[in-house]
């Protein structure tokens, strides 16, 4: 192999550093950042609309009602992650919006068979943004841009195969629901808890709860009774995996053994799920 020892007289010429670029002894290089290189492009009126849309989704939620896939899957994009559950889901199936939602609620607490890697190329890959300033307050994405989410039709196209070629695959919105459901759970206390209010969520969120977790469940503050286990767990009916451990955490300054016991009631309402 022949390895060039010569430099064209042309080729050095087009190359030359020009005068004016060395005449400054001390000069600063400025850096950039190719994200935000459409700034100060306007926006077409198919993304202000869809922005709009965004900004008071709270109020009128719209979704199916949005004609074209690409512009539904822009709004899911940009729409804000701390929506009430009982519009979101109802509306929401993609599992692209669950996953920010999950990520951006619990970064430290991922499902065991998801990599934190695989989240951050996934988003990355999708271009997600969120519209921080307008609407969902500070957050640490910075500035929003919506023209990120409208590159390619075949992504839209397998986004929209995902699920198909995958009907029983775990997905994000099952995870966060979940995750959710653990969470009140673990921080309801015996005298906090509302029968009404806890058919509201059951009837919500049962279908999409399959794994069920809970670390601890509070004791009273006078006795080592808990939350009714029968009236709570009869409402999942697609429960298929539950653990329970029996104990609290964080007793604090009131603590008593009996946040560390299991009482026969436990077991008793425990048994009347499986019975039922």
């Excluded at 949005?66 to 109802?90: G, K, M, N």
């Excluded at 500035?143 to 990120?148: A, C, H, N, Y």
């Excluded at 992504?155 to 995958?166: F, G, P």
């Excluded at 206390?189 to 029968?195: G, R, V």
Aim: aromatic share 8%; net charge neutral; glycine share 2%.
């Amino acid at each position: 192999m022949r390895v060039p020892n010569s430099i064209n007289l042309n080729t050095l010429k087009a190359y030359e550093i020009h005068p004016r670029n060395t005449s400054k002894e001390r000069q600063n290089l400025k850096s950039y950042n190719l994200e935000q290189w459409d700034e100060r492009l306007p926006k077409t009126l198919r993304e202000i609309c869809v922005e709009t849309i965004a900004k008071n989704w709270k109020d009128k939620p719209i979704l199916d009602e949005i004609v074209l896939s690409i512009d539904r899957y822009l709004l899911i994009d940009i729409l804000p992650t701390h929506l009430p559950l009982h519009l979101t889901i109802p509306k929401i199936n993609d599992d692209m919006y669950w996953m920010r939602c999950y990520a951006e609620r619990w970064p430290l607490n991922l499902p065991h068979d998801v990599k934190p890697l695989e989240i951050f190329e996934v988003l990355r890959s999708n271009n997600t943004r969120t519209l921080s300033n307008s609407c969902n307050g500070n957050n640490a994405h910075g500035k929003s841009s919506t023209r990120g989410s409208t590159t390619n039709v075949a992504k839209i196209e397998s986004r929209d195969k995902l699920k198909r070629n995958n009907p029983d695959q775990r997905n994000w919105k099952e995870f966060y629901i979940e995750m959710h459901m653990k969470e009140y759970l673990e921080s309801l206390k015996p005298e906090q808890y509302d029968a009404e209010k806890m058919k509201e969520l059951s009837d919500l969120c049962s279908s999409y709860i399959k794994v069920l977790k809970i670390d601890q469940l509070q004791s009273s503050e006078d006795s080592e009774t808990r939350v009714p286990l029968n009236s709570i767990l009869t409402g999942f009916q697609n429960l298929q995996d539950l653990s329970l451990c029996f104990k609290q955490t964080y007793a604090g300054e009131q603590f008593t053994w009996d946040v560390l016991k299991t009482s026969f009631q436990d077991i008793q309402l425990l048994a009347k799920v499986w019975k039922n």
